[in-house]
């Protein structure tokens, strides 16, 4: 049974969000020592059954986005690099230093805009911090029991910390308020900590690790305005930042205890001071957030995902494109800025990564249907975006602020679309509560399907269902290296072939 972690009687935080230490344990060392319980006596059931889920996820995006040049890019920039043989890179034969590991996988697991996402705070915990975790316990020989814990502990860290720069005023992050992207920025936090609990840190050494982190904590995100690839890079360099300092407080580094709350400290500067203490402590260690990270069960911007699946219950209901007439897709107003502005160039999307970002796009790939859970990756290509079919429809399509949506937002990524039929129908389908979240989980088989998917034409179909069925069981692994060995090697594509 596994035992809750109970702070220390002065370890609550109280006040507002300029909260300085009066004597009792700074916010680092509350999460070092939550860590480093956790790391001795175990996580509750379903956190742990949530890591072997993740880490499912993680692996399967990551032999996934081997298809992009930029990750062509980041496993050679690896590779030039050389150094020992210490774990595994997904889909290089090759082992790297550990450091090395965590970058690429990193940089992979984040590249197709894919991985999960926590809200409201809306950053993505898993991409950076089981890479890191996975680097770090191959190196150090450690368990899949140790792993586990390591990466919940991790994502637990990330998500708290996200949630402390999280302005319910404002409704939005600060750290987006300010231009960073607080995926890195407290992934890389949460990497350290799960990194440091996969090389044995006890609780000053994790808080330690902390205190090195922050100096290497970073991502900006002007590309999300203006363009540019570097956000792909972003959840390696964190994952890279955490078994880098973890190494490093090994080796006898230290940082300050004070490093989150601090006058020169991590939300001073990040946030300007402006955070709230309580949501690194409340709870810690009895209320786990782990298990109530959103899944995504579609390859695009997770604000489109209702709006795919409106177009999918219009389809059931039996609407075909021809019987379209005309569509509004209501949504928060934040969301609609995202997925709806300006409205000529979301209708016509010339790349599948643009359409990736339209919602007319997406009523589209949702009515017409397609692979994985309702739309996988190969719904989202090129030739697609600009398929007659679905210029066709998305000319129909117009994207507004919706009262309703707003109430709900960012908590969820609501949709209620309205479609007008030629024969003079209105129909209304709402969907409130985003698939892959606590409201509508994916079930094991659904994780694995998505897993399957992202493998297929890289992995046997034999191999892909025995990796699946490990990793699902985490915990209970002897050997990690051994599990993430057939992830190494690829079946040839085509173009492969043909060199």
């Known amino acids: 049974m596994t035992t809750p972690y109970t702070p220390a009687a002065d370890a609550q935080p109280q006040g507002n969000p300029t909260f300085e230490p009066d004597g009792g344990p700074t916010l680092a060392q509350q999460l070092g020592a939550f860590a480093a319980h956790c790391a001795e006596h175990g996580v509750p059931a379903d956190v742990a059954a949530s890591v072997g889920q993740r880490t499912l996820d993680v692996l399967g995006l990551c032999v996934a986005a081997h298809r992009l040049p930029t990750s062509a890019a980041a496993v050679g920039h690896v590779l030039d690099q050389g150094g020992n043989a210490q774990a595994t890179v ?54 899949g029991e140790v792993v586990t814990r390591a990466i919940a502990v991790g994502l637990e860290v990330a998500v708290r910390l996200g949630m402390a720069g999280y302005d319910e005023e404002l409704n939005n992050s600060v750290f987006f308020e300010h231009g960073q992207h607080a995926t890195s920025i407290t992934g890389a936090m949460g990497s350290t900590v799960a990194a440091a609990i996969c090389y044995g840190l006890d609780a000053e050494g994790i808080t330690n690790a902390l205190g090195l982190t922050a100096s290497m904590a970073s991502g900006v995100i002007e590309a999300n305005r203006t363009g540019g690839t570097v956000k792909r890079l972003h959840c390696g360099f964190a994952a890279q930042a955490g078994v880098t300092a973890a190494q490093l407080v090994k080796r006898g580094f230290t940082g300050p205890p004070t490093v989150l709350e601090g006058r020169f400290g991590f939300f001073q500067g990040w946030l300007h001071g402006q955070f ?62 995202t997925i ?11 790349t599948g990564y643009q359409a990736q970002f339209s919602g007319p796009y997406a009523f589209a790939a949702g009515l017409i249907g397609g692979g994985g859970l309702a739309t996988g990756l190969d719904d989202y290509t090129d030739e697609l975006a600009q398929d007659p079919l679905r210029r066709e429809l998305m000319s129909k399509v117009t ?28 129909l209304v ?56 060995a057939p992830l190494t090697t690829f079946i040839p594509t085509d173009s492969e072939e043909s060199k």
């Open 276 to 337: 709230f203490p309580e949501a690194i402590t409340s709870g810690l260690g009895t209320e786990w957030s782990v298990p109530g990270i959103f899944f995504k069960p579609y390859p695009a911007n997770h604000f489109t995902h209702t709006t795919v699946d409106a177009g999918r219950a219009f389809a059931a209901a039996g609407i075909t494109p021809e019987m379209v007439a005309e569509v509004t897709v209501g949504v928060a107003g934040s969301t609609a800025r």
């Open 340 to 350: 709806g502005e300006p409205i000529e160039v979301k209708r016509t999307p010339v």
């Open 399 to 426: 994207v507004v602020d919706n009262a309703e949506c707003n109430e709900i937002y960012p908590f969820q990524f609501p949709a209620v679309v309205t479609l007008k039929t030629t024969d003079g129908r209105e």
């Open 90 to 143: 997904i889909g290089v034969e090759t082992r790297v230093n550990a450091a090395q590991a965590a970058f690429a996988n990193g940089v992979l697991a984040h590249s197709l805009d894919y991985d999960d996402t926590h809200l409201p705070s809306i950053l993505h915990p898993s991409a950076s911090v089981v890479p890191a975790a996975l680097a770090a316990a191959e190196h150090a020989g450690a368990s």
């Open 429 to 484: 389908e709402k969907v409130l509560t985003n698939r892959g979240g606590p409201a509508r989980p994916l079930s094991d088989a659904e994780l694995a399907k998505k897993f399957s998917d992202n493998v297929a034409g890289r992995l046997a179909s034999d191999v892909a269902a025995k990796v699946s069925t490990e990793v699902l069981a985490l915990q209970g692994v002897a050997d990690l290296s051994a599990v993430l």
